[in-house]
């Protein structure tokens, strides 16, 4: 399986949390179609739980087959109770073999907090959960570490700190959205929108899932199954999509082939640049389909 740091190349439309702690979810989740799945330590599980939920998830994920799903844990933070024991379980749990694509870092604030995780644990691609507010304003330099691989947007945090209130455009997660989306463009991640806590409300979450896709994110953090259908099909290219990119490429090579450097589809320019984002939205759909053929 392709690692997690393939970035845009891997789709990430779909990622579900899951708490480390409830065995019937952890085993349900190897036929759901996520591509990716966050084994939660964290908030999802509570303090009592939490030593027999890291034995577990290690036990899992030595032993599990996930198939192409991307195997993401997210670990409490160093400055808990518990932080430090999941960093060493993980990591000796990894040097034995079992199959771990990243690891999630909670509330990420500064580069100090990846450096801190990453002299515990070698060589495991590291991601962020943004969701602090010192985070929003250190999202270049987090972005900038040689070990981030992805971001994962933590907007109830987010949201906790900042003081707001729930809005259906989400005004106030926009500061936040943006500078974490410019960040991990500019270094090349893979960045994932937050949770949509209502998960029997499907209009609202796939308002939500547009919004975040025509940002520019690449999927959304889920954290009930009847929500992966939805992420899925938001964040894959549609049909017109792909057939409008096909269109694109082959008028511009035959404004090419006439000497021309701007080709006109359905009434609008097709220029180098745009050529590029129709050969991304292809490779997208190839990626998707190579995932369902796995
Ligand atoms: C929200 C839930 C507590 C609802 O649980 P439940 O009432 O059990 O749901 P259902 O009865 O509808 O479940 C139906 C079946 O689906 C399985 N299930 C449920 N959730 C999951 C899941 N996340 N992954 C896999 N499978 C799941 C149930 O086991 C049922 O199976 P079956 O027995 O075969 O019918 C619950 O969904 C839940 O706990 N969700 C995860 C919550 C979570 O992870 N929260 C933390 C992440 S959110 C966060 O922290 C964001 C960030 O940090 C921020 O700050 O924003
Ligand atoms: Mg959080």
């Known amino acids: 399986m392709a690692a997690v740091t393939d970035g845009r190349a891997r789709p990430f439309r779909s990622v579900l949390y899951i708490p480390g702690s409830k065995e019937r979810a952890l ?7 996520a591509d990716a799945i966050i084994f939660d330590l964290e908030d999802a599980v509570a303090a009592e739980e939490k030593p027999a939920a890291r034995a577990l998830l290690a036990q899992v994920l030595a032993e599990a087959d996930y198939g192409p799903r991307a195997r993401i844990v997210r670990i409490n933070g160093l400055d808990s109770d518990w932080g430090r024991d999941d960093v060493a379980a993980f990591a000796t749990a990894i ?17 100090a907090d990846l450096d801190a995780v990453a002299a515990l644990i070698p060589d495991v691609p590291l991601w ?6 010192l985070g929003m304003l250190n999202a270049a330099s987090i972005a900038a570490h040689p ?25 106030a997660m926009q500061a936040g959205l943006g500078l974490c989306l410019l960040a991990a463009r500019a270094h090349g991640l893979t960045i994932v929108d937050g949770v949509y806590n209502a998960f029997k409300d499907e209009a609202g979450l796939l308002a939500e899932c ?8 690449d999927g959304k953090t889920l954290i009930h199954p009847a929500q992966l259908d939805i992420a899925n099909t938001a964040f894959a290219p549609s049909q017109a999509e792909i057939d409008l990119a096909r269109r694109q490429i082959a008028a511009f090579e035959e404004a090419e082939a006439q000497g021309l450097g701007v080709a006109v589809v359905d009434g609008r320019i097709v220029e180098n640049l745009h050529i590029v ?8 759909a190839e990626a998707i389909a190579a995932l369902h053929a796995s």
């Not at 040097?95 to 580069?111: E, R």
């Not at 050969?279 to 997208?284: I, M, N, P, S």
Request: proline letters at 4%.
């Open 27 to 33: 085993e349900k989740a190897k036929d759901l179609p």
């Open 95 to 111: 040097a034995a073999g079992a199959k771990v694509d990243a690891i999630l870092i909670p509330k990420v604030s500064t580069p």
């Open 128 to 133: 962020a959960m943004m969701e602090t507010a």
């Open 147 to 171: 070990r981030l691989a992805g971001m994962v947007m933590g907007t109830n945090d987010l949201a906790k700190e900042l003081g707001s209130r729930f809005r259906a455009d989400r005004l």
């Open 210 to 217: 547009e919004q975040g896709r025509d940002m520019g994110f």
């Open 277 to 284: 984002t129709a050969r991304q939205t292809l490779a997208k």
